[in-house]
């Protein structure tokens, strides 16, 4: 049963530290994406890639939120240095950006930052 | 022009009654529209989707109405029972070189005994 992975959970940390957030897509996906879920804003997408190379960052604040995939089968994302403010559902999705683009979200990184 | 409005925020109902949720756009490039379901800590899954050139999709109790004239779209839930109880969101694609969905804010359902 193929599934998105992501690691860890759940964090808890203190304003001003880092925070990586880790996924592996299923395997043979090539598009992935990355969510952060509150209740004010809903799903907003973040980033996402395309054959490891990164798409679309617009939804991300640049000064302190970063993507990357180093590989087809991890992608990262990172919060340096995190804010409450980033207290949320980070959730990752692959697809195979192929005709309907349907998404496989993982179960997301539930995030408090105090 | 990106955005899908969806409606209600929250609905409850009754068991055995139909569940039904609203949804319009704009952006007449969309050409894909799904449906996720969310239950309570995880991640959205697909439930159900149609593309614009027919105007009803039914698979078992979930169906999706479409009226592209009026760019609206909508998810009916047929018998809703307790286990549907869940956050629904619609979405809509356009391909055309972006992979990317177009979520809307998410309608929380409750089905009550």
């Known amino acids: 049963d193929a599934r998105v992975t992501q690691t860890p959970r759940h964090k808890v940390t203190e304003m001003g530290q880092e925070v990586t957030m880790r996924c592996q897509p299923i395997l043979g996906h090539n598009t992935v994406f990355w969510y952060r879920q509150t209740m004010m804003q809903g799903l907003e997408l973040l980033a996402y890639f395309r054959n490891r190379a990164p798409l679309d960052d617009s939804g991300m604040p640049k000064d302190r939120f970063s993507a990357e995939m180093p590989d087809a089968t991890l992608a990262t994302l990172k919060i340096q240095p995190s804010e409450p403010r980033d207290s949320a559902v980070y959730f990752c999705a692959s697809g195979t950006g192929e005709g309907e683009e349907t998404q496989y979200f993982g179960p997301g990184t539930r995030l408090l930052v105090l | 022009q990106q955005q899908v409005k969806q409606s209600p925020q929250s609905l409850i109902v009754q068991k055995g009654g139909i569940s039904i949720i609203n949804c319009a756009y704009e952006n007449t490039a969309f050409d894909y529209f799904p449906w996720y379901q969310q239950f309570p800590g995880k991640g959205p899954a697909l439930l159900i989707a149609?593309?614009?050139?027919?105007s009803e999709k039914k698979e078992g109790r979930f169906t999706i109405s479409f009226n592209k004239s009026a760019k609206q779209f909508s998810l009916h839930i047929m018998d809703s029972q307790p286990g549907d109880s869940a956050t629904y969101f619609c979405a809509a694609y356009s391909g055309a070189g972006s992979y990317q969905l177009t979520f809307g804010k998410g309608t929380k359902l409750s089905v009550i005994p």
């Open positions: 149609i593309r614009p050139d027919v």
